[in-house]
């Protein structure tokens, strides 16, 4: 594990309850930092087998030499095509963290970080076109206001809207700084909290997270084996809301068949009735961690 990118979150919690055959194949979604896999490494036979994808260039300097790890450089959401390319028909396990990594904030040219003055960017993939800046300078002032509104949760975000595309009127507002100057007095409560909210909205549309969840947890029941488990770390209510309800169902289309009246049969037992979070210890080591949510389900 490399410290100085990303402080793994939960990682013996999840692990524990993720790996239950030594021998199997385990999937690793966001490798990150690499702390979740090398645990799940260091619990597995010489016949088990991980699969890690990331699709942030920068993960690659993180890969530990183990001839039982394949990596994928891609979004978690392609996991059933890459299985398939792979020849891996079904597997033991599946872990995602959802959480953004420590490196991701912490270089400021990203433009993730509210902390730094850098171009409005915010793409975990550099190979994607649609960057925070795009969608500031672009998007109308609707879609803004929808946006700020469902994926940030700020309250004014219908005036929050209308400002940016009064003020990208006189100016392109393409950095963190112009950004912030130009919206500073909409802004409601404490000002960190605040931009952080914006910002998480704006990361969430650049990279498309919700929909990338969407379609990772509606193919993890087939490409997993029967017992075998599925582990999401969340940070969001958004994020956790998505994970609680597909856990409960198993689906995410209206469950009954009205020609019929025959409701789908969950294929997932929940194996953890409420979220496992952190430890008062590592909240207190690792802030970050704080608003991290661990849910696990098992294929029936």
Do not use: W
Request: aromatic content about 8%; overall charge neutral; charged content about 30%.
């Amino acid at each position: 594990m490399n410290p100085a990118y990303h402080t793994t979150v939960m990682l013996k919690e999840a692990v524990e309850v993720l790996v239950v055959n030594a021998d199997g194949v385990y999937v690793d979604c966001t490798f990150g930092g690499g702390g979740h896999s090398r645990e799940i490494l260091s619990r597995l036979s010489a016949k088990g087998r991980l699969v890690a994808f990331d699709q942030d260039e920068a993960a690659q300097n993180n890969l530990p030499k183990d001839e039982r790890m394949l990596f994928v450089p891609h979004n978690f959401r392609h996991l059933q095509r890459f299985l398939r390319l792979y020849e891996i028909e079904k597997v033991d396990g599946i872990l995602a963290d959802l959480g953004v990594s420590s490196h991701q904030f912490d270089e400021s040219e990203r433009g993730f970080s509210i902390r730094f003055d850098a171009d409005l960017d915010m793409r975990m993939d550099q190979r994607s076109t649609l960057t925070a800046k795009d969608i500031v300078n672009h998007y109308p002032e609707e879609k803004l206001h929808k946006l700020f509104e469902q994926f940030g949760e700020v309250t004014n975000s219908k005036s929050l809207a209308r400002a940016i595309v009064e003020q990208r009127s006189i100016k392109n507002l393409d950095s963190i700084r112009q950004f912030k100057d130009a919206v500073h007095s909409l802004v409601k409560g404490n000002p960190n909290k605040y931009f952080a909210q914006v910002f998480q909205a704006l990361r969430i549309e650049v990279n498309d997270e919700l929909g990338a969840l969407k379609e990772l947890l509606l193919q993890t029941v087939d490409c997993l084996k029967p017992k075998g488990r599925i582990a999401i770390i969340s940070f969001h209510s958004l994020e956790d809301r998505m994970v609680k309800n597909f856990f409960r169902s198993g689906f995410f289309e209206e469950q009954e068949d009205h020609l019929y009246g025959i409701k789908k049969i969950n294929p997932l037992k929940i194996i953890t009735k409420k979220p496992l979070i952190p430890s008062d210890t590592e909240m207190k080591h690792n802030p970050r961690s704080r608003s991290a949510k661990l849910r696990v389900a098992e294929k029936m």
